[in-house]
Nanobody, 112 residues
Framework: VQLVESGGGLVQEGGSLRLSCTVIGAHFNINTMAWYRQAPGKHLRMVASITHYNTTAYGESMKDRFTINRDNAKNTAYLQMKNLKPDDTAMYLC???????WGQGTQVTVDS
């Protein structure tokens, strides 16, 4: 099983990005997927998760500006991020819950 992430980059404060996580080699449509992030010197934090029923959950203070969704036909989960702030700068990692597999991460940098 492999997770391939994309969509990170450098963005100005107030900008938007959409991250993608494509699952290869697993039954995507029955999996719970999640996005986490880790900023330099800080702990890993859960950003958002989505079940195969499309039930979503968000980390503290994440729901206002972040939206998670999925396209089962494309084996892909997305994280739409808007009104980005410098504090959102982090490595964003995708997680497939069963089996427990993590992607390599995609860097998001928000410039003030």
């Amino acid at each position: 099983v492999q997770l391939v992430e994309s969509g990170g980059g450098l963005v100005q404060e107030g900008g938007s990005l959409r991250l993608s996580c494509t699952v290869i080699g697993a039954h995507f449509n029955i999996n719970t997927m999640a996005w986490y992030r880790q900023a330099p010197g800080k702990h890993l934090r859960m950003v958002a998760s989505i079940t195969h029923y499309n039930t979503t959950a968000y980390g503290e203070s994440m729901k206002d500006r972040f939206t998670i969704n999925r396209d089962n036909a494309k084996n892909t989960a997305y994280l739409q991020m808007k009104n980005l702030k410098p504090d959102d700068t982090a490595m964003y990692l995708c997680r497939n819950y069963s089996p427990n597999i993590w992607g390599q991460g995609t860097q998001v940098t928000v410039d003030s």
